[in-house]
């Protein structure tokens, strides 16, 4: 068996280590999900929702030892408590609306008069989850939840970076004798999330770009839909006319939660003319108040780096804006404490579109801010990325902010606030560009993404003789 070595994000050592599953397991692991599928979809919705409210209902009352495991993986407290808190709303959230949305639907009257047309909903028997490392329950769970309730069996990938959920939390679905025949996560790194694809008959990755198109490209070469949720360099257009204060905060939350680790992050900041030096000192003043929870885990608003190799993105993008000509307006270094790694809260100046800060995925608590003139430029500027996966628009002239964020090549426009669309669950929205493909994760739509339809055409006019005479 192959073991993976897995590092602590607060101390650097390698403390965990977990045995990979074996690609020949695979196809028996599938067997076994699609013969459970059967009756998990023959059981009818309302007893799905029975079950996820049953595993909602463990989750709160031992969460204690999942909290342990997710703090470990990610060196981290408040967004752990936030990430469960969500999986448990999300569970009885959809639970409630479920019924509704998989309700079988009358037959209805069409242009010829006696043929009518009846809708059935059939699921992807087997749904694969690939999940990333920035939110490892959550994001585990986002496909999962409303795949189950569509009737889908799922078989859930998450990463090997950070592991140390799944023991716990494999140990609470156990117990969910209804549910755990149909619901399981499998340890390996990308090997086994590629292997896996090949069982799959549908595929949800969260992830790279670069890694998005090598599962787009396998799930077309067995003819099966993947549904991407990918990267993102998400703008903010700040107009003259807003409280610069609130939107300083503003932004240094939705650029800077979780240490910028998200991919909704608010990494780039057009502020227009008049008040970009007055919006960037603010900023630099809100992020200088914000401090990393080197000592105490409970303490700071900024934790580790996760991912060590995101260390290397984030360096190699402050040395390039720098050498550029950014200035630095507070933050700019990482920091090692006890072996762990902490991107200091940074906020850049004088920075332009030659630079990776303003280009590529950075990840990291880094917001820098470029001055603009019109409406049309900052459209242009915000538009100029191979991203488009959110955005947001400050403006207190409601037209105005609505003009732009008509305007924004992106799927989900925060207006006067950042990041709602990590909130709000009723906004139905897709990626733009390269930022994914699929049905949106928000919204009715979301369960629907599970759903084949077919159609029942019926002749109701029983006589001797066929209508097409």
């Not at 009756?39 to 204690?64: D, K, N, T």
Request: with cysteine.
């Amino acid at each position: 068996m192959y073991s993976i070595k897995v590092r602590n994000p607060r101390t650097g050592r390698i403390d965990y280590r977990f045995e990979q599953t074996e690609t020949e397991e695979l196809a028996l692991v599938a067997a076994s999900l699609r013969d459970a599928q059967k009756q998990w979809l023959e059981g009818g919705v309302e007893m799905r929702c029975r079950m996820l409210l049953e595993l909602a209902a463990a989750i709160s009352e031992q969460r204690g030892s999942l909290f342990d495991a997710l703090t470990a993986d990610t060196g981290r407290t408040r967004e752990t408590e936030l990430e469960i808190n969500a999986v448990i709303s999300s569970m009885e959230r959809w639970c409630r609306l479920a019924p509704e949305l998989l309700a079988a639907e009358e037959n209805k009257k069409t242009s010829i008069p006696f043929i009518e047309i009846g809708r059935q909903a059939a699921p992807y028997p087997l749904t694969v989850v690939i999940s990333p490392w920035n939110f490892p329950l959550l994001l585990s769970c986002i496909d999962a939840i409303p795949a189950l309730l569509a009737g889908s069996a799922v078989v859930v990938k998450p990463s090997e970076i950070t592991p140390r959920f799944v023991e716990p939390f494999s140990d609470i679905l156990a117990a969910v004798t209804g549910l755990a025949p149909v619901f399981r996560f499998l340890q390996g790194d990308g090997s086994l999330g590629s292997a896996l694809i090949d069982h799959a008959d549908l595929v949800c990755f969260t992830g790279s770009v670069k890694t998005g198109r090598q599962v787009a490209e396998a799930c077309a070469r067995n003819f099966i839909p993947a549904q991407l949720e990918l990267g993102g360099k998400d703008p903010a257009i700040v107009t003259a006319d807003t409280d610069i204060e609130r939107t300083a905060a503003a932004l240094c939350w939705g650029g800077m939660v979780n240490a910028g680790q998200s991919c909704l992050s608010i990494e780039r900041v057009y502020a227009e003319a008049p008040i970009c030096h007055d919006l960037t000192a603010a900023i630099a003043q809100e992020a200088r108040s914000l401090t990393m929870n080197t000592g105490n885990i409970d303490e700071g608003e900024i934790g580790p780096i996760i991912s060590e190799a995101q260390r290397d993105i984030i360096e190699t993008h402050l040395e390039d804006a720098a050498g550029k000509g950014a200035i630095t307006e507070c933050g700019g270094r990482i920091t090692e404490h006890n072996g762990g790694l902490w991107c200091q809260p940074t906020v850049l100046s004088n920075v332009d579109h030659d630079m990776l800060v303003m280009t590529d995925e950075t990840f990291g608590p880094i917001l820098p801010v470029m001055a603009f003139d019109t409406d049309e430029e900052a459209i242009e500027l915000a538009n100029d990325t191979a991203y488009g996966l959110s955005a947001a628009v400050f403006a207190n002239d409601a037209g105005r902010a609505r003009h732009i964020a008509g305007k924004l090549e992106a799927g989900a426009i925060s207006i006067n606030d950042a990041a709602l669309t990590s909130v709000m669950h009723e906004g139905e929205k897709q990626a733009f560009k390269s930022s994914g493909m699929g049905g949106s994760r928000m919204g009715p739509a979301s369960i629907r993404r599970f759903l084949r339809s077919k159609a029942l055409i019926e002749n109701t006019q029983l006589c001797r003789d066929p209508w097409w005479y």
